[in-house]
């Protein structure tokens, strides 16, 4: 290609800067930016700040349990007053836990924190307490506001954004919002009366809720446990996940039973020991009729030494009416201690699960898990996840407990996760100890999932097993024969495996019992049966 002339271009040429480049190469510009550099823009010249703060109020993250987090919302407050237009440009809203622990435990659990709202006049207050839609709360809740109570701000502060889609609270904040699930249920009501679901109504586009309470809440007053609840009456909610309180009523929050038609991913967590947790779930996996992923937690509590019955918790799932796709059962143990609590919180936090100084002292471990796990009703379900205790109890025999009524008849990919009962993990590698074992294990799983696809092992499943690197073999071996695909995750195994069999003074004096006789394994009968 033929450059130009040198004498073709004037030097006089006005240079090349940020404000002669296109609006949307600006856009891409900024929207790689970290969150903290783009407030320098704003500052340049108008086209900039209009690009930034486009970006800058898109998603509001506010870290609450910091020292800092009240000053922030006074400032957030103040700059929507003055600018009226930015609310729109919010999207996604945040309150969530301090990256330093050390101001994160020192705040939180701060009923009594305040936020200077002095900056606001009457008449801003009382137009943004209108947008709650309280009428005949107006004066309390306007008095609160005054006195800069945090859980009177936080659900007005929520409501001046009416194109909100994502909303995320966690421990404390998450526990105070009765104000908040008030106002959602009114909205839900009038929408009722006037039979018209107008999007412009308040919280008319919120899509997405996440509400993260600590699991050491058993001590919930009231309004703390209907609160969980109250999200289901959001007309368009999509995604909504919810840790529900001990001892919250099995009833809905409004005598109008809500219509969730859009909700397609329900996480849930739910106390064992609790009936009432149980039959909550059952109300919203009936009323959820276009439910596609349902995560259910099973959570112990710090007094319940008592097992699980699995029959009990396939008849909670079989009350689905949705179309379920995948299918999470998980189990998870409640904290003694806050630092605990900060590790075992719901959505993707990897937490402890009766493990460590919380273990359970389970002293007859063959009828702590009882019934069985039945989900052959469940058509649509694809994708199970669980733990081993779903699958097998605590003191699996000879013969695994799977039967036809076991698995979904549609199921493709199965899911296997540690159950990190610290004390008890080795009964169920004892499953897995001869190659006839994962042999048997691989071909009764495919016998009653036909279409059975993956399996796939998660989580530190053999991590620290002494034999890690056979078993991984052995279900390989398994997989070709079955014509099922073995995955594992490379968390799944320990990086050391002993892979020869018979090396007994390798073998920790515990795991004797683990080494195979090679005699045996040749010769001896299959230790699994479809019986």
């Not at 509400?211 to 109250?230: C, H, I, K, N, Q």
């Not at 007309?235 to 397609?264: C, D, F, M």
């Not at 069985?372 to 199970?384: K, N, T």
């Not at 002993?498 to 004797?512: I, K, S």
């Amino acid at each position: 290609m033929d450059l130009p002339s040198l004498s073709l271009l004037s030097l006089e040429t006005e240079p090349l800067t940020l404000m002669r480049l296109p609006t949307e190469l600006l856009e891409s510009i900024a929207q790689e930016l970290p969150p903290e550099d783009l407030p320098v823009l704003v500052t340049v010249n108008k086209r900039l700040r209009d690009i930034s703060q486009r970006f800058i109020f898109e998603a509001i993250d506010i870290e609450w349990g910091t020292r800092a987090a009240p000053a922030k919302m006074e400032r957030l407050l103040r700059c929507i007053q003055d600018n009226p237009h930015l609310a729109d440009l919010v999207r996604n809203l945040t309150f969530s836990r301090p990256e330093d622990d050390d101001d994160f435990f020192a705040e939180i659990g701060h009923d009594d924190a305040r936020i200077s709202i002095q900056h606001l006049t009457d008449d801003t207050l009382d137009n943004m307490v209108k947008k709650l839609g309280l009428v005949e709360f107006h004066e309390p809740i306007a008095e609160r506001m005054r006195s800069g109570k945090v859980v009177a701000i936080v659900p007005l502060l929520i409501a001046q954004f009416p194109r909100l889609e994502n909303l995320r609270l966690y421990g404390p904040i998450a526990e105070k919002q009765m104000l908040l699930a008030l106002a959602i249920g009114r909205s839900y009501a009038d929408s009722i009366k006037t039979g018209q679901d107008d999007p412009a109504r308040r919280f008319g586009l919120i899509r997405a809720v996440v509400s993260e309470m600590d699991m050491t809440d058993d001590t919930l007053d009231e309004p703390a446990r209907v609160t969980a609840m109250g999200y289901i009456y959001l007309s368009r909610l999509e995604y909504l996940a919810v840790h529900i309180p001990y001892g919250t009523p099995a009833k809905w929050p409004l005598e109008e039973k809500p219509t969730p038609t859009n909700l397609q991913l329900l996480k849930i967590e739910v106390y064992r020991k609790d009936s009432l947790g149980a039959e909550l779930v059952k109300m919203l996996v009936k009323a959820c009729p276009a439910l596609r992923f349902l995560h259910y937690f099973t959570i112990w509590h710090s007094d319940d030494p008592s097992g699980l019955d699995l029959t009990e918790l396939s008849s909670v799932l079989q009350a689905a009416t949705g179309p379920i796709r995948g299918l999470d059962l998980d189990l998870a143990r409640v904290p003694f201690s806050p630092v605990q609590a900060r590790t075992t919180t719901m959505l993707g936090v990897v937490g402890m699960v009766f493990g460590g100084s919380g273990l359970i002292e389970i002293e007859q471990s063959e009828s702590f898990v009882t019934g069985e796990l039945q989900l052959a009703s469940m058509a649509h379900v694809e994708w199970l996840n669980l733990t081993w205790v779903h699958l097998f109890g605590l003191a699996p025999g000879s013969n695994l407990p799977l039967g036809p009524s076991t698995f979904p008849p549609g199921m493709t990919h199965l899911t296997i996760v540690s159950s990190k009962l610290e004390r008890q993990e080795h009964h169920f590698w004892r499953l897995l100890d001869r190659v006839r074992a994962a042999r048997d294990f691989v071909s009764v799983c495919r016998t009653y999932a036909p279409h059975l696809e993956e399996i796939r092992f998660r989580h530190s499943t053999f991590t620290q097993h002494p034999l890690e690197g056979r078993i991984r073999r052995d279900l390989q071996r398994a997989a070709e024969l079955s014509s099922v695909e073995i995955a594992f995750d490379l968390e799944a195994f320990s990086v050391y495996s002993l892979t020869t069999p018979g090396e007994d003074e390798e073998v920790p004096h515990d795991w004797q019992w683990l080494v195979p006789d090679e005699a045996v394994e040749d010769d001896g009968a299959s230790q699994v049966s479809l019986d």
